[in-house]
């Protein structure tokens, strides 16, 4: 039963974290929508404005939430190359990413939240 339990802690922990991911990229994205950005650069006559997004990772081995960053960052670099690839979303926008190691557990961020 414990090890049941530890299971179902961990999902429900790389679950939270994805969440809060998804929710941080859609206020991105409804702030790019309402804001100029920068000025337009010229891509083989395709003008795109450079949109950046700030992604908090646990990431450090010392953090015990440290493989739910690990695990997370390639699946947010994946969005972030197909976003940019695909030329119905975003039409006129180059989104990147800035990363950044936030070294606290995720129990310590759930008690800012909640």
């Not at 991911?21 to 795109?48: D, F, H, M, T, Y």
Request: charged residues 20%; aromatic residues 12%.
């Amino acid at each position: 039963m414990a090890v049941s339990a530890r299971r179902c802690e961990w999902r429900w922990r790389r679950v939270r974290c994805a969440e809060i991911i998804v929710v941080v990229l859609c206020i991105e994205a409804i702030l790019l929508l309402s804001c100029n950005g920068q000025k337009p650069i010229n891509l083989g006559g395709i003008k795109r404005r450079d949109v950046y997004i700030a992604g908090f990772f646990p990431y450090g081995r010392h953090v015990p939430e440290s493989h739910v960053g690990r695990g997370v960052m390639p699946s947010v670099k994946l969005a972030v190359d197909h976003i940019n690839e695909n030329p119905t979303i975003l039409r006129n926008y180059r989104l990147h990413m800035w990363w950044n190691d936030t070294e606290v557990s995720l129990y310590r961020i759930s008690l800012f939240f909640f």
